[in-house]
């Protein structure tokens, strides 16, 4: 369906506004001890950046034009990495995890999430793995010593060898998650020391352990 488009309307002399019109603005925030818990992020934080999107109006003053931001749309939370994700990953996936914050068309302010680490999950699927595997074992290793057959034997041996290749790929799933949680973490705490280097005057290519985070530590 074509678009309609609109002409700006004059709100008061010299000053238009349009239904298209927003001012999108980003800021680093703090929160108190124990920190922000954000959506799909297994730490607190107590550095994040907030998104805002505001009505906006134009008014001509001075032979300028002069932006002001009016009722706020929507606000959002991104954790440092998610942020990082943001600006430097265009058409990849469905997009980048965030918190909403505020949506102008719910009400306001929207409720916040609580803190549950998805590692956790992980943890408990490999222990369930695992229970799951040995039980296999153990009904299998029972219906042989009841009754020696070849059938029954067949049926050990199937649980033993599928005993292995389970626990592996559980492993490996709780091992990639560590790591994206590390990754994730040692993003944000390099762009918290960035941000204090930079209001210190200092020039964060200096601090040996900016050059260590970004390296991972190699050296």
């Known amino acids: 369906m074509r678009r309609e488009v609109q002409k700006p309307v004059e709100v008061a002399p010299g000053t238009e506004k349009h239904p298209a019109w927003v001012l999108v603005g980003a800021s680093r925030v703090s929160s108190?001890?124990?920190g922000h818990a954000l959506f799909d992020s297994d730490i607190r934080h107590q550095h994040y950046v907030v998104v805002s999107v505001k009505r906006a109006e134009r008014q001509r003053l001075l032979g300028r034009d002069?932006?002001?931001?009016?009722?706020?749309?929507?606000?959002?939370?991104?954790?440092?990495?998610?942020?990082a994700s943001f600006v430097s990953s265009m058409n990849v996936g469905e997009g980048v995890p965030a918190t909403l914050e505020y949506d102008a068309s719910?009400?306001?302010?929207?409720p916040g999430v609580p803190f549950e680490p998805r590692l956790q999950v992980s943890m408990?699927?490999?222990?369930?793995?695992?229970?799951?595997?040995?039980?296999?074992?153990?009904?299998?290793?029972?219906?042989?010593r009841e009754k020696k057959t070849a059938a029954n034997l067949r049926d050990l041996e199937i649980a033993i060898s599928h005993m292995t290749p389970n626990m592996e790929f559980a492993a490996q799933s709780l091992s990639e998650h560590a790591e994206n949680v590390?990754?994730?973490?040692?993003?944000?705490?390099?762009?918290?020391?960035?941000?204090?280097?930079?209001?210190?005057g200092l020039?964060?290519?200096?601090?040996?352990?900016?050059?260590?985070?970004t390296s991972g530590g190699d050296e």
């Open 124 to 144: 408990d699927e490999v222990r369930s793995a695992a229970a799951r595997a040995q039980e296999k074992v153990q009904e299998a290793f029972a219906a042989y």
């Open 106 to 110: 719910t009400g306001g302010i929207v």
């Open 203 to 213: 020039d964060p290519a200096d601090l040996g352990g900016v050059g260590e985070l």
């Open 66 to 83: 002069w932006k002001r931001g009016r009722e706020q749309i929507v606000e959002f939370a991104m954790s440092e990495a998610q942020w």
């Open 32 to 34: 108190s001890p124990p």
């Open 182 to 200: 590390v990754e994730r973490a040692r993003v944000d705490i390099e762009a918290f020391v960035v941000q204090k280097a930079q209001q210190l």
